[in-house]
C-alpha cells in the first residue's frame, strides 16, 4: 500500500538547514496498523505529513497503492489525498460550529454526494464509532473521546485507503486513550490499513508492528504481540 525508500527532508530556518528524515525506507502492506514511535521531535509529524501528502520530501520516492506521489500539482494532490487518505489530529480539528453529523459529512460534501446520501453515510459512521445519539449535538457538548470519536467517523466516511493518526490519543487521559485505540483495532480488523505517531508505548503496543525513528533514521521495525481490548478484561 505504501512504499517508500530513500526519503530525506530538510526544513530551512533562515540560513540554516535542519536535516529532519535521512534516508528513511519502509513499506506498509494493506491491513497493517503500524506505530511509528520516537521522541518529540524526532521527526514523526514530517514523516507523517509526506505519507499525508501535506508535504513533500526533497529527496526519495513514495508509491501510494501502486501511484508514484510526485511532482503533483496542488489540485491532483487534493485529489488523490481526497481519495486514498483520512487524517486523525490530536487536537481533533472538528469544525465547532457544525454537529457531530455536519462534521463527519463534510468529506462527502467536498466529494460532491448529494445531501440526503451524505447524512445517511455520516450516520451509519457515527453508529460505528457509537455516537448516532449525538448526531445534532456540537463539538462543545462532547467530550475529548467523543470529539475523537467523531474525528475518526469524519475520516471513515471518505472511505480512504490509508488512516493517518498523528497523536490521536495525545489529548485523552489513558482510559480514554486506550477506548479511541480499541476503536482504531475494530477499524483495522475490518481491513483498513492504520499508521498511528505516538510517543506512548501503551499505545504503539497496541499496534500490530513498531517502526522507532531516532535522529532522522528508522532504528527498529518490529512486529509486535499486539495488547488487544480482550486482554484488559
Ligand atoms: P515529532 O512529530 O517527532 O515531534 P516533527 O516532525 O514535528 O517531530 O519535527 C521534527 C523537527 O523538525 C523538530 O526539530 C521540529 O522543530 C522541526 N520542524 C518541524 N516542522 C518544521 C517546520 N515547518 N519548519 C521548521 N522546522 C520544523
Ligand atoms: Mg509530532
Redesign the pocket.
Known sequence: MIEIKDLHKS???GKNS?H?LKGINFNVKEGELVAIM????????????ILGMLDVADEGTYTLDNFPIKDLDETKAAKYRNKFLGFIFQSFNLINYKSALENVALPLYYQKVPRKERNETALRYLEKVGLADWATHLPSELSGGQKQRIAIARALAAQPKVLLA?EPTGALDSTTSYEVMQLIQEINDDGKTILV?T?EDDIAKMCKRVVI?KDGVIIEDKFVDQVRASDHV
Request: no cysteine; hydrophobic share 35%.
Open positions: 526544513y530551512k530556518i535542519l529532519v520516537g521522541s518529540s521531535g524526532s521527526g514523526k509529524s514530517t514523516l507523517l505529513n498523528d505517531v510517543h525513528l
